[in-house]
């Protein structure tokens, strides 16, 4: 992950490692053993802003998925599907989050379609 402003990492104090309380090293969290962190808390509140839409997202596909017997079995293709018009297809993957956010069934059975011919 590239920092936008990183800062020294205020538990291993910038060293990348935290002893454990049995004596072990081990690599620090939150820094993951890089010894900064994002120090810049617009770009913080920013993506923790858009893994909640993530979230949310990702949450109202799979209960659409649920709620239909038909299509239960294609939610992780579904998901996966989403995933790859998202990284794909940004304009598409809005349409469908709009149907998804929508509530429309079919979505999920296009996604997982999406999925097969694009993995
Ligand atoms: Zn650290």
Not at 32 to 61: C, F, M, N, S, W
Not at 88 to 116: D, F, M, N, T
Request: aromatic share 6%; net charge positive.
């Amino acid at each position: 992950m590239k920092l936008v402003k990183p800062i020294t990492c205020r538990k291993c104090k910038g060293s990348g490692t935290f002893v454990r309380a049995s004596g072990m090293p081990d690599n620090c969290w939150p820094c993951l053993g890089a010894g900064v962190v994002e120090g810049d808390k617009p770009t913080l509140a920013q993506a923790k802003a858009a893994q909640a839409e993530h979230d949310r997202i990702y949450g109202a596909l799979r209960d659409l998925a649920r709620a239909d017997k038909k299509v239960t079995y294609m939610i992780n293709m579904a998901s996966d599907g989403l995933y790859i018009l998202q990284a794909k297809e940004p304009e598409r993957a809005a349409k469908a989050i709009a149907s998804i956010q929508a509530g429309h069934p079919g979505v999920v059975k296009a996604l997982a379609e999406y999925y097969k011919a694009n993995h």
